[in-house]
Each structure stands twice: as C-alpha cells, then as structure tokens.
C-alpha cells in the first residue's frame, strides 16, 4: 500500500507492467508519491475543479491530484503501455478520471475545459515542454481556458520562463510568459527523484494569467522577440533591420543601441503594436 492511497507502490506497478521510460517520448517518471502530491499542492486547493494533466506516465501525479479531492482529472498519454496502469486508476476513483490516448500538441484544451476554468498539472515531456507552453500562453482569446499551469520542467528552461530583464537567462519566453502570466519557480526536484535520472535538475513553474495583458497580436510579439533574441549580441538597430530597424525604435522612444535582453516586457510589446 502507498502513502497516499491503498494503489500499489509505484516501483511495483512499473514492475508489473513492464513498463520502462522512454528516451523518444521524453519520459522520467517520478517515483516518490510525497514528492508528487507537493506538486499538485503547489496548484492550491483542488477540491472542485477540474485538473488536465499531460504525461501522467504510470500515474504518480495522476494518483496525487485525485487524492487531493480533485473533482475530475482528463489525463493525455501518449505511450500506449501506460493505458492499462491508467485504466486501475479509475476503476479506484470511479467517474472521476478520463483518460484520452492521444499527442497533447494535438489537442484542444479549450474544448475539454468545456466551457469552464482549468488547472493544468503536468510533469511535462522534456521534448514537448516548451512548445506545449507557448501554446498555453498564445490562445487566439484570452482570459485563457486555465486558471493555473504548474508544470516541470528543465531547470535551465523554468530560469527562462521567469527571467526578467537584464538576467542572462532573459529571452522569448521570458518575455512571452511575462506579458500574459505571472511565473514564479516553486522548487527544485533533483535528478535522484526520476526513474531513470536525468541528467539535469527539473523546476517546478508555477503560471496565472494576467488579467489584462498590454494589448498586442501574439503573432507581432512573437516576431519582433525572435527577430531582437535571434541576434541578441547585436545593437537591436541591427537584429530589428528587417522589421524597420531604426525607424521602428524611434517610434517606440527606444534607444537603437540597446540590446534586446536590456528591453522590458512593455517596451516589446510597444515594438510589436507599431509592426
């Protein structure tokens, strides 16, 4: 029996099924059921909502958010293997967990929202970790369909996601993060705490998003970011070129000689309004 349910111990149910990480599919699977519910804690009070979890893998974080009073929890797996473990999961909370076999890149979070605010829990592939937030972050309308996202990641791409100017870490994702949430870094989990360890600490990243972000098309933002960090050793007079270059920097009051990791998330934005 577990520490937080009357399931078998994760090293048994991998044990039983067979079940090994896969390299391809960016899987680590995290064994400490404790660890897992401090994760699930870090998205506040579950009780009533309704949780989407991405790569719930044999179900660790799976198990923690429904022990935690979760109203309902839709996993997206995409390892066929793991189905089974899944499938013992919600036989043990019954009408509570759904369970969806498919590529998360591949669906449509609004829609299984239904029309009413998310939490969104996930020890998130390594390969599809970034890509996966940066849809969160540019839905079409916002408010966005989650209320939260408190996602895993890299410990080099959570430093990322809550740079601010000025910090080395400080880029797109920085500032796509910053102009639609407010991003914070919950803890470090240490290599040790996966099956198998990788080879870097992971971060915990704890999102909730703006009320009103600087009104702006996500798709301008995006472009003037990758155009200024694209070369961002260079004057942005230079890395801006192709989008007006000077002309452009004028009209938003910014000094041409600057670089892109010195602009906050206003001034691009600003840059990206007069595209």
């Excluded at 797996?77 to 019954?94: H, M, N, S, T, W």
């Excluded at 369909?145 to 430093?159: G, N, P, R």
């Excluded at 098309?217 to 200024?228: G, P, Y």
Aim: positive net charge; glycine residues 8%.
């Amino acid at each position: 029996m577990s520490a937080i349910d009357d399931l078998p111990p994760l090293r048994e149910v991998l044990a039983e099924y067979e079940l090994n990480a896969k390299k391809a599919l960016g899987q680590n699977f995290l064994l400490d059921l404790n660890l897992t519910q401090k994760i699930a804690r870090t998205a506040g009070s579950l009780e009533g909502v309704h949780v989407i979890e991405v790569g719930p893998g044999p179900g660790g974080l799976t198990r923690a958010i429904l022990s935690l009073n979760a109203e309902r929890l839709t996993v997206i797996e995409r390892d066929g293997r793991c189905l089974p473990v899944l499938a013992k999961i919600a036989e043990r909370y019954p009408e509570r967990l759904e369970i969806i076999n498919g590529d998360a890149l591949e669906q449509d979070f609004t829609a299984l929202a239904g029309g009413k605010p998310v939490k969104i829990i996930a020890n998130l592939p390594y390969n599809v970790g970034t890509q996966l937030l940066v849809n969160w972050l540019l839905p079409s309308g916002w408010p966005p369909c989650w209320q939260s996202l408190t996602l895993m990641f890299q410990k080099e791409v959570a430093q990322r996601i809550v740079a601010r100017p000025g910090d080395k870490h400080y880029g797109r994702l920085g500032v796509l993060a910053g102009w639609r949430s407010e991003a914070r870094i919950a803890f470090d989990v240490p290599p040790q705490a996966f099956t198998p360890p990788p080879k870097v600490t992971s971060s915990v990243v704890n999102l909730t998003p703006r009320a009103r972000p600087f009104p702006v098309a996500a798709d301008k933002l995006e472009k003037v970011t990758q155009a200024a960090f694209g070369q961002r050793r260079k004057m942005l007079r230079q890395s801006l070129k192709s989008l007006g270059g000077e002309t452009l920097l004028e009209k938003a009051g910014i000094d041409p000689k600057r670089r892109a990791e010195t602009l906050s998330v206003e001034e691009f934005c600003n840059l990206a309004s007069l595209l």
